[in-house]
């Protein structure tokens, strides 16, 4: 099955403590992309990669790393995580004749 | 960058009935996509439709790019229509949304 696959679902960690919530598609897609989605402020883009180590920085960059060393696989990186980055999180692979496949989310709370 | 306007901000629908969303966009896109967005928060691809018309089931979608819109059709509608439905243009500039509740 064609899917986009994030890990985990829900997490709950401390200001500071670095954490990656990870990302795979299996459909051969070159590009992928992580959004934010925040009552009020709808989904904002963080960053993506149109191929492998190539990134870019979308709308809400700050605070956020990603790499993209193999095709399939697209993490996203706080380093030191604040409150303000409680949100919910998807990942997105994207071909041109079908357009964008998310993944289920990541529901992080930073306390 | 485009802005992507939706419209109403909110439905609500007796089961069976029919609707209709529709979303205006700002500049000529070759990339539009409506979303449904469940009460658990999975954004599911209804359709990607550029131009044209497509028909899912009880789902129908129009993209008129010359005139700058899409339209969704929900009909008989179903409590599980329940949720908000987005579009989204180029690289994934979204709407606001549409929230709709179906009441049995």
């Known amino acids: 099955e064609a899917q986009v696959t994030q890990n985990p679902r829900y997490l709950i960690t401390v200001t500071g403590k670095k954490l990656t919530v990870t990302c795979s598609q299996n459909m051969n897609h070159e590009y992928m992309s992580w959004y934010r989605q925040d009552p009020g402020l709808g989904l904002r883009q963080i960053y993506y990669?149109?191929?492998?180590?190539?990134?870019d920085k979308g709308d809400v960059p700050e605070g956020y790393k990603v790499s993209r060393k193999e095709k399939r696989n697209f993490p996203l990186i706080l380093e030191s995580p604040s409150p303000n980055q409680t949100s919910l999180y998807f990942c997105?692979?994207?071909?041109?004749?079908?357009?964008?496949?998310f993944g289920s989310g990541t529901r992080l709370t930073v306390v | 960058g485009i802005q992507v306007e939706q419209s109403p901000p909110d439905l609500i629908l007796q089961e069976g009935a029919n609707s209709t969303l529709r979303c205006n966009f700002s500049d000529s896109v070759n990339n539009l996509q409506w979303f449904h967005q469940n009460p658990w928060g999975q954004l599911i691809n209804l359709f990607y439709i550029p131009s044209g018309t497509k028909q899912n089931g009880r789902l129908s979608a129009t993209t008129v790019a010359t005139e700058r819109y899409s339209l969704l059709y929900i009909s008989s509608s179903q409590t599980t229509d329940s949720g908000v439905y987005f579009c989204?243009?180029?690289?994934?500039?979204f709407g606001a949304g549409t929230t709709v509740t179906v009441r049995a």
């Open positions: 990669s149109m191929n492998v180590e190539v990134t």
């Open positions: 989204a243009v180029v690289e994934l500039s």
């Open positions: 997105a692979s994207y071909r041109g004749d079908y357009g964008y496949t």
